[in-house]
């Protein structure tokens, strides 16, 4: 489980949490309780993002001490906290080591599964029963089993109509 987040001015547990948006770049201040009623967050009029902005970037985040950079497009880890996104597609390979714990708490691992509609399962169901019999009725025929090849031949009459399938003419 992820630990909580501490706030940017004290390092307190952060239960306020803001997000602003400058020039296209994402601008976030967690804060504890305390002093979101201090900076006056609680009340709309004396609260001034831009001075928390201003204290939080005196203090910066201090650069990653595993020196992962994306080759291709230059993105750090510290990128990716801030925006959530990653810069180009390469940086899914480069930090691989940030996204595969995230996604083995998020998810049931870290490989795709999907899923399969349950129309298509039956569908596959189906077409595997048919192929199953047609080869049991050829064989049935060329061994001259004909009782047995009757019964598939029948068989596969009532699979094709309950399946509202046509069936092949004689």
Request: proline share 6%.
């Amino acid at each position: 489980m992820a630990s909580p987040l501490k706030c940017d001015l004290c390092d307190n547990q952060a239960t306020v949490h803001l997000t602003q948006i400058v020039n296209h770049k994402v601008h976030k201040v967690d804060l504890c309780e305390a002093c979101a009623q201090a900076k006056g967050v609680t009340d709309p009029s004396g609260f001034s993002l831009a001075d928390l902005l201003l204290k939080a970037s005196l203090n910066p985040e201090p650069p990653a001490a595993s020196g992962l950079r994306c080759a291709r497009c230059g993105f750090v880890p510290e990128d990716f906290k801030k925006t959530g996104r990653f810069g180009c597609p390469h940086c899914y390979d480069t930090l691989t080591g940030l996204v595969d714990p995230m996604l083995e708490n998020m998810h049931k691992g870290t490989q795709h599964s999907g899923k399969v509609p349950e129309r298509a399962i039956a569908r596959k169901s189906l077409q595997d029963r048919l192929s199953t019999l047609e080869t049991n009725l050829q064989t049935a025929i060329e061994a001259e089993r004909y009782e047995d090849a009757a019964k598939f031949r029948d068989e596969i009459l009532q699979v094709r109509e309950a399946a509202g399938l046509p069936t092949p003419s004689a």
